[in-house]
């Protein structure tokens, strides 16, 4: 009902031609709006104005209204040359800066003709105080001068509201948010990865032209998010020739050796490592058919040392991408554009993050492409128009051999026993084997249609109006049924430790594990290899950009979201619809932009991901048989009995499709944020802008398992009930049905500062930066963890076994991070025939980051929670993670750092506008080496006369021998680096 309603919408706006730029989910374009006045401040009506650039194809016309107002739409972001002719007054010429995303303001006052003449105005540019969004814009000359790295995350993480204390790399983190719930778009395209929210490689860094960040106060053109949005436009052809060829040179020894590997004797591997990189674009016909086509090639090794164990090792990568693009001018009002960009690696390495051992290592190919076909269009002055067609492929293949031994299954080491026989809580470390399992291929995929239109009006009396609606159709695709190990079978262990509870490697490299009675589980998967996954987003939405005189302006819209899942065996995995309001208001003091001040109210919907929408599906959720080791304690893989499954009971069981229930009307997350903002201009283009956020974040999804008969209430939807499981045609027996709902119960807020500005001394000299001050990052969950999105709390399962105050506390999340100060200053110099030359110095403050005493209770379970367990069918892990204090209760070394960038131009051949360069970067100029992190690894105190909770529990703790002690090369800040960049560009 509601999705036929959607579509009639989508055909009459078709009809209409759709209305325009949108700047919606991941425009490419910006804007031009402005007023033509007279000399003493009446409109001037019929004005015809004419926009120009080397970034546009052809030339765009508007006319202005009567109340003098004009506005340009899907404009591509570059330099223009504004012509203003009405007969009887003289001609006025103007050049203005058109940014990503943004519309620049450009005013002007034309005269009655006295003399044949030409005015000039120059230096417009958009504004940071122009709207109530609050975000910020990196141009590729920006970047090419600054000492950060080129990727859509890199330069992300140079923007104020956001940090890069993430549990994956390559994510981040804005406004207090999950860092796997932003979106990473690269030319209009969703390049999300569909679990992590990491980028997808599919862009060239030497092919970047502007990086928008949105952070907060964001408008309902853009959806599916609940941190903000990363928007990457890539560069275009022209009406002239232009082209660049670089290298990237790095190699690990030139860079300084951390205290660990100067303690270990650590030789770094001298390997220098040669990234190319090419571009080329221009034209077939000028003004009407541009190309522009890009390539990257690399072939690298990295020297790293494994988590916990710090055995060196050396990583590779092999990897080629290509971008095609087209652009086609039809009539100057209407433009096409098609694009592909493929990608292909290969990468031998560990398999996750936390692998501390080499047999883990696996080599794995990673194909990927994008495709996106576009149309916007000026229909009239006031009418424009947008589609776009576009779908990302991300894969896995080769994961994992396909041996079948069952000795060759990967483990985790869950604790470390010392020669004292006392269980030490350590991370969980992967070890023995490579992970997954390269029969059962993976693709991460969507596809996406959208469009979307504007009309321009002014009403007598109540202003300007630009007003948009738009469609979205997103379809996120998962394939895969994320088959664990070839043999089907995980181990988890406790491993031998030394006397202060690290591990211990023995002769053949690996950790040694320690099946002990209920305190060595084995995981037995059985996947649906091939199982796929739909999640249907369809929304509109619209949006007024509404002018009502000189000193307010609203920003005013909404955002529907009708959601479908559907999965392998007609499965349906989510069914819902939610409205989500956007509204801002802008005051500017004396109507000339000087002084402006902002509020906004918003609410943004999460991401429906597959991690948390698929919990009932077979889809990357293998059914799984879960047994305690019963036999005798026994060490090392040698122990027949450890792999005789005599000696195993299962105590629980996994399969989504019998006992897991997602709730009718089960949502993804929702954020409430509000916004206050001011700010001035100050002079040369400068400006100063101080902002407020406040985001609460509801409706998380939580996953339920309660039996009333326990003699606890039941939170959520009550008393789960059971299933009997039966998998792979094994009995299983009885098991608590765990329901997947909606709960306000657990809970993140965030409130924070940001000071914002940007000083130009002289023509050649500026100062950038940006303070982000969290006043509030709080919580009692988190959501998500290392190759964990989405995951849920203990709060709703077992009621009276886990305590709030013990198994998810309150406190500062781990994201929380009091100061981030970025503050760059770029000076550049005109060395006349010897080229030009500009250095960059950029200081960086970041405060210390959170951690939490927590212990894990060896060989689990306490009488007193025992009797709880009595009354289910279904029992969590027997080990178990407990709160020693508040959440957050610890807190890391901050640090403060400078990096370096110098870029020397020099012209060889002036005549073609041919020039060599060479970038050098130094990072941490200084060699700062002082540790940031350190172990956190604690005991529970569980001797006899100990105190314990009402359930038992251990109250008190005793700091592990290396607490305090950094262990790992990240623990400290990255050492003195030099890399280096060299080429030519015309």
Known sequence: MIRSFIKAVLVLVLALAMTAPAFAQGTQYGGI????????????????????SPA??????????????????????????????????????????????????????????VVEETIHVTGERASVLASSEVSTTYTAEQIDKMPVGRTPAAIANLAPGLTDNTPNAGQVTISGAFAYDNIFLIDGVDANDNLFGTSNPVFIEEAIADTQVLTSGISAE???????????VTKSGGNEFSGSFRVDLSNEDWRETTPIEDEQGTELLDDINQTYSATFGGYVLKDRIWFFGAGRDEETSAQGTLDQTGTPFVSSLAEERYELKGTFNLGNRHQLQGQY?????????????????????????????????????????????????????????????????????????IATITPQGTRVNTPDVHFHSPYFDGTDPEDRDNEQIYGAGSWFTDTAGLGSHDLKLGYEDFTSTRVGGNSQSPTNFVWDTPV???????????????LIPVFIPFDTYLETWIPTRGATIDIETQSIFVNDRWRLNDHWSFNLGFRYEEVQGNATGGIVTVDTDRWVPRMGASYDLRGDGKYRFDATYAQYSGKYSESQFAENTTV?????????????ECTGFDCAEAFDFNNYEPFAAQDGTANIIMAGDIQSPVVTEYTLA?????????????????????????????????GFACPGPGDTGTTFVTVEGLPVGDFNNIVFDNSDFPTREYQAIQLIGRYVLTDRWDVNGHWTHQITNDGNFEGENTNQPGISSPFGDHPGYFLESRHFPSGRLNDFQENRIRLWSTYNFDLGRAGALATTLLANYDSGTTFSFIGNVPRGITPQQQAVLGFYDSFPATSQAIFFGERGAGEFASATYFDLGVLYALPVVTRWGIEVFIKADVFNILNEDKAIEWNTSI????????????????????????????????????????????????
């Open 939 to 986: 005991i529970a105190n569980r001797g006899p006369g100990d105190p314990v909770d009402a359930n038992g529990l251990p109250t008190t703790f005793t700091e592990g021998g290396s607490f305090g002690d950094p262990l790992d090369n990240d623990h400290f800040l990255d050492p003195r680096e030099y890399q280096f960049g060299v080429g030519l560009r015309f």
């Open 620 to 632: 990357g959720v293998p059914r799984g048989i879960f047994s305690d080791y019963v036999g005798p």
């Open 341 to 413: 960009t493929d990608r292909d690696q290969t990468a031998t390495g560990p398999t996750f993050q936390f692998s501390a051992t080499l047999n883990t290592f696996r080599t794995r190919r990673d194909p990927s492409w994008l495709r996106v076909a576009r149309y916007n269009g000026a229909l009239t002055n006031s009418l424009f128009a947008e589609l776009q067609y576009s779908n990302k492929h991300f894969g896995f293949r080769n994961t994992h051999g396909d041996e079948g031994l069952i000795e060759s299954s990967p483990f985790f080491a």
């Open 33 to 52: 709006r402005g007023t033509v006045t007279l000399p003493d401040g009446s409109p001037a009506g019929g004005v015809e104005v004419t926009a120009s």
């Open 56 to 113: 546009q194809p052809g030339e765009r016309t508007s006319v202005t209204t009567g109340s003098g107002e004009y506005i340009f739409r899907n404009l591509l972001p570059g330099p223009y040359t504004l012509i203003y002719e009405l007969e009887g007054l003289s001609v006025h010429s103007s050049t203005a800066t058109v940014s990503l995303g943004q519309t620049t303001p450009v005013d002007v006052t034309m005269s009655p003709e």
């Open 496 to 510: 031998v430790g030394d006397a202060d509870g690290n591990h211990v490697i023995g002769p053949d490299g690996d």
């Open 678 to 710: 001011g700010g001035m201009e100050l002079s040369r283009g400068g400006y100063l802008k101080a902002v407020y956020t406040d985001r609460e974040y509801g409706d998380f999804v939580e996953n339920f398992l309660c039996t009333s008969a326990a």
């Open 222 to 232: 853009y959806g599916r998010f609940s941190g903000g949005v990363v928007n990457v």
